[in-house]
């Protein structure tokens, strides 16, 4: 299952990556050509850099392509390498939950409840939003799943 998600998320990010490309460069040259750019191109461009961001971060996580210092870990015996990394999938699962979940979820019922709209678009905020308890949940399946495959 964890590479039919990889593949999913991967082209997701990657048709994501091609459209705020395409819409900067709308904006670029509705700006230079007309003298008038298009209102709804910055504020779609920084939509999508925030879904990119995010979702693109859970798929580093699933990938171990993110940022690790590993100045400890090259001096731990095998044991202790495989404790450091249960405890830190342990921390980023909770940073998950508690963050991006719960945080998510509560902007998610605010800006629900308080009907927030985007000024250009007139997109639901909520839309928007959406992309941080679904990347908290992607980030917690793949710490799972990486501890699931850990040896003892």
């Known amino acids: 299952m964890k590479v039919s998600i990889d593949k999913v998320l991967g082209t997701f990010l ?4 091609a459209v705020m490309t395409l819409i900067v460069l709308w904006g670029v040259l509705t700006r230079y050509a007309f003298s008038n750019q298009a209102s709804w191109t910055g504020e ?3 939509f999508l850099l ?3 961001g995010l979702l693109g971060a859970a798929y580093a996580s699933g990938q171990r392509k993110h940022l690790a210092i590993d ?5 731990l015996n095998d044991n202790n390498r495989i404790m450091q990394f249960r405890l830190i999938a342990f921390l980023v699962i909770l940073f998950a939950i508690c963050i ?3 945080g998510g979820v509560r902007l998610l019922y605010i800006t629900l409840i308080l009907e927030q709209s985007s000024p250009a678009l007139n997109i639901p905020m909520s839309f928007v939003y959406s992309v941080l308890p679904l990347s908290g949940l ?3 399946y793949y710490q799972i799943e990486k501890l699931s495959n850990t040896r003892a």
């Open 50 to 52: 925030i879904w990119i």
């Open 71 to 75: 100045l400890l870990s090259d001096k």
């Open 138 to 140: 992607l980030i917690v």
């Open 100 to 102: 991006l979940i719960t």
């Open 14 to 17: 990657s048709i994501l990556m």
């Open 44 to 46: 779609l461009a920084r």
